[in-house]
Structures are given as structure tokens and as C-alpha cells.
């Protein structure tokens, strides 16, 4: 059977507490939801998985991870019960060959991957599977490895990857309508200017995201940056890229989405 080529997404998760919320952020992605033709299944690829090596989740009923703490009882009691496959991992396996990958029985569904797909297919009956990070490669592996999941998307498996393209929590101000610092405005000015370019892996401006001058603030850590790095790996000769919601919050996270095709 045919099916349409998926589209492939990063969505800036943010704050935890985005599940038991409704705001513009989670418009987008339920909208995301129910606008974009139906994935057969899911892989999600999260900044919360961080690993050494590469892994995939390979059970038949992954658990809900609740990797996060003092947030609300509700927040703890949300299960998102969608059922694994199995078989993709193995597909996944066999597409990113000969990169090493494991499967995984332990992990599950951490807050990046479910705390998104909640929003998008509240029913949780669409097999999800999770890949995580590998953080000892450096930025054009993981691009790299986006370009060979690519072909999943010919299958109907949608790729959505989680992340916020800046994350610095000790810049963060608590007070309402606090505005961007500007490094982190920048720096998510040049993502969004350079979302659309395309070439080698080794030569694109958004692998080599460290160049920039916002970037050291913007990205303490490489963890939440990455993902974006898959969902441009996997995108076609030109396709488009739009950006579905964008915003900085807080002064130093942004909630930038990114869709391909």
C-alpha cells in the first residue's frame, strides 16, 4: 500500500506543565494534529533521552516517564498509554545499519516524546516508538542520521522530535511577559533564517550552530538543540519548511516548531 510521504516535525516542548495547559503552543501542535494526514506510526526522538550509544525502544507497551519534579500531582497522574511496535524498531535498526543500534525494553515514553503526542493524538492509539541521542557524536551525525530515517516517512511513519532550540533554565526570568534576552532572540533568529538552507551535512549553518555568537548562551548544553538536526536531516530537495508557532519564553526558552513538507 501507498502511502503519502509523512511529514517530519520538531516541536519546542517547553515547560512540562504545557500537558495540563492550553495555550498557543499546544493549539499548534493539537492543530498539527489534526490538519496533517495520519502517520501509521511515530518516532519520536526527545532531548530527554540522552544516551551514550543509540537505542530504541523495542517493547509492545512502553511506560509514560514522568522525568520531571514539583509539578503537580495531575501532572504525574497523566498516563499516555500508546501502544510500541516492535517491527519499526527493528525497521529503524535496519535503516540507520551500519550505525550500532540497541533496543531498549526499560525506557518508554519520556515527557519530550508524550508531552507533545498528547496534544497532537490525545486518543494515544498510534504505535509510538522512541530513538534517543547519542551525545557522543558530534552535530552532523545526527544530521545524518535524520537523512537515513527519511525513508520511513515514504511508510507512513511521521518523525517528531522534541526539543527547544534554546534552552538555558539558569538565564530564565519568572516574571510574566519577560522579554528575550537578546543572544537568545538572535540565536533563534538565525534558526529560523537558516531553517531552509540546503547542502552537505558539514557545511550547513544549523550543524554548525556553535558558530554562532548567541549560541554557548543559547545552548549550555547540546541536548535540546539536537533533535532539530534529524527533522533537517530528513527532509527532501525541496521541500518546504514552515514554522508552525515560534516564541521565546521566559527569556531563554524557545518554543520555536519547525515543520518539513
Given at each position: 500500500m501507498k502511502h503519502a510521504r509523512m511529514p517530519a516535525l520538531f516541536l519546542g516542548h517547553g515547560s512540562p506543565m504545557n500537558v495540563l495547559e492550553e495555550n498557543r503552543y499546544t493549539q499548534a501542535w493539537r492543530a498539527l494534529g489534526a490538519q496533517l494526514?495520519?502517520?501509521?506510526?511515530?518516532?519520536?526522538?526527545?532531548?530527554?533521552?540522552?544516551?551514550?550509544?543509540?537505542?530504541?525502544?523495542?517493547?509492545?507497551?512502553p511506560r509514560t516517564i514522568h522525568d520531571f519534579g514539583g509539578f503537580p500531582?495531575?501532572?504525574?497522574d497523566t498516563e499516555y498509554p500508546a501502544p510500541g511496535s516492535p517491527t519499526l524498531a527493528q525497521d529503524i535498526v535496519d535503516a540507520l545499519a551500519p550505525a550500532s543500534v540497541h533496543f531498549d525494553h526499560n525506557w518508554g515514553l519520556d515527557h519530550g516524546a508524550w508531552g507533545v503526542l498528547i496534544k497532537m493524538y490525545p486518543a494515544a492509539d498510534i504505535p509510538v516508538v522512541q530513538l534517543s541521542i547519542d551525545g557522543t557524536q558530534p552535530p552532523a551525525?545526527?544530521?545524518?542520521?535524520?537523512?537515513?530515517?527519511?525513508?520511513?516517512?515514504?511508510?507512513?511513519?511521521?518523525?517528531?522530535?522534541?526539543?527547544?532550540?534554546?534552552?538555558?533554565?539558569?538565564?530564565v526570568r519568572w516574571q510574566e511577559d519577560a522579554e528575550a534576552w537578546p543572544w537568545a532572540a538572535s540565536f533563534n533568529q538565525y534558526v529560523q533564517d537558516n531553517l531552509a538552507w540546503q547542502g552537505a551535512a558539514e557545511a550547513h549553518p544549523l550543524v554548525n550552530f556553535?558558530?554562532?555568537?548567541?549560541?554557548?548562551?543559547?545552548?549550555?548544553?547540546?541536548?535540546?538543540?539536537?533533535?532539530?538536526?534529524?527533522?533537517?536531516?530528513?527532509?527532501?530537495?525541496?521541500?518546504?519548511?514552515?514554522?508552525?508557532?515560534?516564541?521565546?519564553?521566559?527569556?531563554?526558552?524557545?518554543?520555536?516548531?519547525v515543520q518539513v513538507g
Open positions: 494526514p495520519r502517520p501509521k506510526a511515530i518516532v519520536a526522538i526527545s532531548a530527554h533521552w540522552y544516551t551514550r550509544g543509540t537505542a530504541v525502544t523495542s517493547m509492545e507497551k500531582q495531575a501532572l504525574f551525525w545526527h544530521f545524518q542520521i535524520g537523512q537515513r530515517l527519511a525513508a520511513l516517512r515514504e511508510r507512513g511513519v511521521m518523525l517528531v522530535a522534541s526539543g527547544n532550540v534554546v534552552h538555558n533554565l539558569r538565564k556553535m558558530q554562532h555568537e548567541g549560541a554557548a548562551l543559547s545552548c549550555p548544553t547540546p541536548e535540546h538543540y539536537l533533535p532539530l538536526l534529524y527533522i533537517l536531516g530528513a527532509r527532501q530537495p525541496d521541500e518546504p519548511v514552515a514554522v508552525p508557532v515560534n516564541g521565546i519564553e521566559m527569556s531563554a526558552l524557545s518554543m520555536l516548531s
